[in-house]
């Protein structure tokens, strides 16, 4: 026996007040994960938004649900259509909401229904630096983030951007559920290393899990 808990316990881990990490419960459902990103990317591509600043993100990007994050000169905001192809973001599929409610319930968020996904992907040198997670109308609904790929060093800070962040390796796999007083915290990434993953490649992905409307 593993544990007093049995073969059958999550690995379940609080990482701050709300926040649990949940190592490696994304990969029985890994391959099938990418297998049905292929097919979102085929209809919306990753694309390097740009921000209301000016700047060009190093993360692509692309979204599937009823509502996608969107960044361009005029803000940050939630859209039901992709800017680039006019056309309504891709349905979630069942693999990717399945996973996301899974996850929340093992957190202590029964009922979680995400309605937007947003998909990022990180190639060598991509960075996210620190923010907070502010464009969904509700914020007692937690966010699900799943790591796919290469890992990374995610910087989770505090309620002010002051708050010197704490460094976590996030590996392939792994999902952490964001809530109660994290839910609005400030986190990046930072710079990715190189590496090559059998999953991904020379690349690292991330999906997250909103409830946006
Ligand atoms: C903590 N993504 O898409 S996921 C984002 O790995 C984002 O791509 C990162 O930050 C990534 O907005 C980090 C982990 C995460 C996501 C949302 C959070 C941590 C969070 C919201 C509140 C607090
Ligand atoms: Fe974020």
Redesign the pocket.
């Known amino acids: 026996m593993d544990s007093l808990f049995g073969e059958e316990a999550p690995a379940r881990e609080a990482i701050a007040e709300g926040?649990t990490l949940l190592r490696g419960f994304a990969n029985v459902s890994a391959q099938r994960l990418m297998d049905d990103l292929a097919k979102i990317v085929a209809v919306a591509p990753f694309r390097h938004m740009v921000t209301p600043g000016g700047f060009r993100m190093s993360?692509a990007m692309t979204n599937c649900g009823q509502a996608g994050w969107v960044s361009d000169a005029k803000g940050y905001r939630y859209d039901a259509g992709d800017p680039v192809t006019r056309m309504a973001w891709p349905a979630m599929p069942p693999s990717f909401h399945q996973l996301a409610a899974s996850a929340a319930r093992e957190a202590g968020y029964p009922g979680f229904e995400a309605d937007a996904c947003?998909i990022?992907r990180?190639q060598p040198g991509a960075r996210?630096t620190l923010?907070?997670?502010r464009n969904e109308r509700d914020y007692r609904a937690p966010?699900v983030?799943v790591?796919l790929g290469l890992p990374?060093v995610?910087l989770?800070g505090g309620a002010s951007r002051k708050d010197r962040p704490r460094r976590m390796l996030?590996a392939s796999g792994d999902v952490?559920v964001?809530g109660g007083a994290?839910?609005?915290?400030y986190?990046?990434?930072a710079s990715l290393k190189d590496g090559d993953h059998p999953l991904t490649g020379r690349c690292r992905i991330?999906l997250?899990f909103r409830k946006a409307l």
């Open positions: 926040a993360v947003l990022n990180y996210l923010h907070q997670d966010i983030s790591s990374a995610f989770f996030l952490v964001w994290t839910r609005l915290a986190h990046g990434i991330n997250t």
